[in-house]
């Protein structure tokens, strides 16, 4: 939606927030109009544009699950080079570039790419039709509202945290180690090799290049069940340890009620 406000003034050569607050005055910025609108504001704002609001609200994210949501990002992350190239700039934000959890691309199935700069090559390829299984898991509870035992997100969310390696290694710097290390060994290596600390479960959208990670991480987890991560609370200590059993705990007590509706409702 924002891309779409900013041609529009653009052509009309005013301001992008002037023309949002034009047409809706009570919105504060081009993120919220992104994010936030209610049906009513994507009616008025069809009315003036004179375009169908299912069109519009397609372009807003309103229609995202509240956990998806710190998976889209504020600008651009990556685009695909087929279905958006870059001798049409400047050309609209596609909805797949801000979507933090993807690493192909929603219309051709082809990899996505940092626009703009050189790509390097995912460390995790082997791990790539795992990681399309946790982009599709992603993907479905942010598009579609669907999930299996507990959300996608959540598991992401819970895989950022820090653990404690057993046994410490010399030298030991805790940024460096994360729970999803223990099921995806190369990553140690790969953040200590790049010195780069990894995005904490309040934001965890990763580099494209080692997104595949998270991803694989997430499917193997889910295909697992609650087990694997009562397994995983071993890998940690002290507030950490007590945030991940707190976290399961609810995951735990809400897959619980959704069996028990689920039986009521076939008896």
């Avoid at 992603?138 to 959540?154: H, I, K, M, N």
């Avoid at 410490?168 to 060994?185: H, K, N, T």
């Avoid at 200590?237 to 069996?259: P, W, Y």
Wanted: glycine fraction near 6%; charge should be positive.
């Amino acid at each position: 939606m924002s891309s779409w406000i900013t041609r529009h003034a653009s052509f009309y050569a005013i301001p992008p927030l002037g023309m949002l607050r034009h047409c809706l005055p009570e919105v504060s910025s081009l993120r919220s109009a992104d994010r936030n609108l209610a049906a009513t504001q994507v009616t008025r704002l069809a009315g003036i544009f004179s375009t169908e609001p299912a069109t519009l609200r397609r372009m807003t994210f309103s229609n995202v699950a509240p956990a998806s949501r710190r998976l889209i990002a504020a600008r651009p992350l990556q685009s695909c080079s087929a279905c958006h190239p870059s001798d049409h700039e400047p050309g609209p934000t596609l909805r797949s570039q801000l979507l933090g959890w993807r690493i192909t691309c929603p219309l051709c199935g082809g990899l996505l790419r940092h626009p703009g700069r050189h790509d390097r090559p995912s460390p995790f390829g082997r791990y790539h039709g795992t990681a399309l299984i946790g982009e599709r898991l992603l993907d479905d509870e942010a598009e579609r509202g669907f999930r299996t035992w507990t959300s996608p997100t959540e598991i992401a969310r819970l895989l950022l945290m820090r653990r404690v390696p057993r046994p410490i290694p010399p030298g030991y710097e805790p940024w460096r180690f994360r729970v999803l290390g223990a099921i995806i060994p190369d990553l140690d290596d790969v953040v200590a090799t790049e010195r780069r600390s990894l995005p904490t479960p309040a934001n965890p959208i990763l580099p494209l290049h080692l997104r595949p990670a998270l991803l694989a991480g997430v499917a193997i987890v889910e295909r697992a069940g609650p087990e694997m991560l009562k397994m995983l609370r071993a890998k940690m200590m002290g507030q950490n340890q007590a945030r991940f059993s707190s976290a399961i705990d609810e995951i735990m007590n809400h897959t619980c009620r959704s069996v028990a509706s689920s039986q009521l409702q076939l008896i």
